[in-house]
């Protein structure tokens, strides 16, 4: 079973191996091999970082709305208390 790698066939895969291995030489392909695994390992952690800033952000968010939400209903459960005196002008009655 030959396995596609970005729609390249087993044959065009070893065509580009045996090009690298006569431009690079032996001693070359080592060194390159570890440095696209370093950068590789770098990428994967600089998105890793990305992704938990994302997902802090997210729920900082979620705690301040989270919080909004229960103070808006602890003032609907206890309203203020209002004061029993009418609130217009006040009024003399005269006996």
């Known amino acids: 079973m030959v396995v596609l790698l970005f729609d390249i066939s087993g044959g065009e895969l070893l065509v580009i191996l045996l090009f690298v291995l006569l431009f690079f030489g032996a001693k070359g392909i080592p060194d390159i091999a570890r440095t696209l695994g370093r950068t590789m390992r770098q990428l994967r952690d600089a998105s890793n970082e990305v992704q938990r800033e994302i997902h802090r952000g997210a729920n900082d968010v979620r705690r301040a709305v ?24 006040a009024v003399d009655k005269e006996p």
Do not use: I
Request: aromatic residues 4%.
């Open 66 to 89: 989270d919080e909004q939400r229960r103070a808006f209903n602890n003032t609907m459960e206890d309203p203020p208390a209002t004061d029993e005196r009418p609130s217009g002008p």
